[in-house]
């Protein structure tokens, strides 16, 4: 009996602790029931999917959702990110509720609230997306085969490039992480005009550099306002440390008459490709 008793203690512990389920079978390409819409999901790992939904109208991809399910420990989180909504941050939902239906929920959100995922069989999956007092809809999604994956997803862009995305180090959405800096007024402040030219001249021939190597995709001034923003830089890097060690190469942030807040930043891999654009449009030289 009492055997019987730690080993009933030690299962219910271990059911306590487990790690909460992801719904596995959302890998792949979902068609809407009766529209040309769809939602394609990509399992990155065992904690991580990321998806995008979109429509499709005449041979033509318009986005409308960027979507990402990621656990963390014991939680599992749902975001969505919206195309022109919610000033671009992606809404979050947690998980509630993994057996045989898997339900994301954001009580404070205005609409929806709920959203829930149910596989009924093989290659077929009901969504439903509820507000407040039960208000809502629903419908029905079949698996795509692979050879309709393949036309439905990504690929489905008729003026998808691969070589170019490679190159780029697009993922699959065509996006990538960049390290946005906000530069600022520095803590230095020498009125030596000397010093002040040299390390500004200095922080002008960097960028350069930095563009030829290329690793800035972005630069320039910001008007007057009451932060001391100075300026902006993209950095195409994907973390911050290797960002901070680009900016100890600029003598002004070295200098401290500049001083940078640095983010982390999700945007176009082909941020880059402007780049051969501008050098065509200027008549003087900064």
Not at 77 to 106: H, W
Not at 204 to 229: C, F, Q, S
Not at 258 to 263: G, I, P, S, V
Request: hydrophobic share 35%; proline share 4%; charged share 25%.
């Amino acid at each position: 009996m009492k055997a019987t008793l730690i080993t009933l203690l030690l299962a219910a512990a271990t059911t306590a602790t487990s790690q909460p389920t992801l719904p596995d079978f959302l890998a792949g390409t979902w068609k809407m029931e009766g529209k040309e819409m769809y939602e394609h999901w990509d399992k990155l790992n065992e904690n991580h999917f990321k998806g995008v939904s979109y429509a499709m109208k005449n041979g033509k991809v318009r986005i409308m959702e960027y979507l990402e399910i990621s656990r963390s420990g014991n939680e599992v989180n749902y975001a969505a990110n919206a195309l022109g909504q919610n000033d671009g941050k992606a809404i979050p939902f947690k998980l509630t509720k993994s057996d045989s239906v898997y339900v994301f929920e954001n009580p404070s959100h205005d609409f929806p609230k709920k959203i829930s995922y149910r596989l009924l069989s093989p290659g077929e999956m009901f969504v439903d997306v509820r507000g407040d007092e039960g208000r809502g809809f629903s419908y029905k999604m079949t698996l795509q085969n692979q050879t309709a994956q393949k036309t439905d997803s990504t690929n489905a862009n008729p003026n998808y490039d691969a070589a170019l995305a490679k190159k780029l180090g697009a993922d699959d959405y065509g996006m990538k992480k960049f390290v946005l800096v906000m530069l600022k007024t520095g803590s230095n402040k020498t009125t030596d005009r000397s010093f002040i030219d040299s390390c500004f001249r200095g922080h002008m021939e960097n960028i350069n550099r930095l563009v030829e190597e290329g690793r800035l995709v972005v630069a320039g001034p910001m008007g007057k306002n009451d932060k001391t923003y100075r300026g902006i830089f993209i950095l195409d890097v994907p973390t911050i440390d290797e960002a901070e060690k680009l900016l100890q190469t600029d003598p002004a942030v070295n200098g401290k008459l500049l001083a940078a807040e640095l983010y982390e930043w999700y945007g176009s891999a082909a941020l880059r490709e402007y780049l051969e654009a501008s050098e065509k449009v200027w008549r003087k030289q900064p």
